[in-house]
């Protein structure tokens, strides 16, 4: 494993978000084999928000993904991070990805720091729209798992996605 990403903080991430993203470029680069890139002009186009959730324990940043319930009827069984449809009494996607988080993981929406919102992705095999957030609590929160949403929650120190041996 390199050091690449071990000494990344929150200030750095703050910093980074104020900058130009490259959003679709990576986007690109990150595709699965075989996928297009697209972008929906279905008017029924569903509405969804996620939520990147950082937290600090020992010196060190985390982020946590789960592993959706096989019995969903969208992306069973699928990594992804918090999140879900938006819904139509919410005010904006950000409220989506606060009110998901809470209801799946059980970090309450009150504790988390909004740190900036990344480039939209469009998912064409359900037509799904998601709108990432990056959001922060100084400490690992006390989780509290959705079995009926989620069947594992997974927790990564955020110098791991720098290891070319978890790519």
Same mark, same amino acid.
């Given at each position: 494993?390199? @050091?690449?990403?071990? +000494?990344?903080?929150?200030?750095?991430?703050?910093?980074?978000?104020?900058?130009?993203?490259?959003?679709? /470029?990576?986007?690109?680069?990150?595709?699965?084999?075989?996928?297009?890139?697209?972008?929906? !002009? /279905?008017?029924?186009?569903?509405?969804? *928000?996620?939520?990147?959730? #950082? #937290?600090?324990?020992?010196? !060190?940043? =985390?982020?946590?993904? $789960?592993?959706?319930?096989?019995?969903?009827?969208?992306?069973?069984?699928?990594?992804? &991070?918090?999140?879900?449809?938006?819904?139509? +009494?919410?005010?904006?996607?950000?409220?989506? *990805?606060?009110?998901? $988080?809470?209801?799946?993981?059980?970090?309450? *929406? @009150?504790?988390?720091?909004?740190?900036?919102?990344? $480039?939209?992705? =469009?998912?064409?095999?359900?037509? &799904?729209?998601? +709108?990432?957030?990056?959001?922060?609590?100084?400490?690992?929160?006390? &989780?509290?798992?959705?079995? =009926?949403?989620?069947?594992?929650?997974?927790? &990564?120190?955020? +110098?791991?996605? #720098?290891?070319?041996? @978890? =790519?």
């Amino acid at each position: 494993m390199n @050091n690449l990403g071990q +000494h990344i903080t929150i200030a750095n991430i703050r910093s980074a978000l104020k900058e130009n993203l490259p959003g679709l /470029d990576a986007q690109i680069k990150m595709l699965p084999k075989g996928r297009s890139l697209s972008m929906s !002009t /279905d008017e029924n186009v569903k509405e969804s *928000a996620v939520l990147i959730l #950082f #937290f600090s324990e020992n010196n !060190t940043l =985390y982020f946590c993904l $789960t592993k959706r319930h096989s019995g969903l009827k969208h992306h069973p069984g699928q990594i992804s &991070f918090p999140g879900g449809k938006c819904e139509k +009494h919410e005010k904006n996607p950000y409220d989506t *990805a606060l009110r998901e $988080t809470e209801e799946e993981i059980g970090v309450e *929406a @009150n504790t988390i720091e909004l740190l900036g919102k990344l $480039t939209d992705v =469009y998912i064409s095999v359900s037509n &799904f729209n998601i +709108h990432p957030y990056i959001g922060y609590v100084e400490e690992k929160p006390n &989780f509290i798992i959705n079995k =009926y949403e989620v069947e594992e929650l997974l927790i &990564f120190p955020l +110098h791991s996605i #720098f290891d070319s041996n @978890n =790519y």
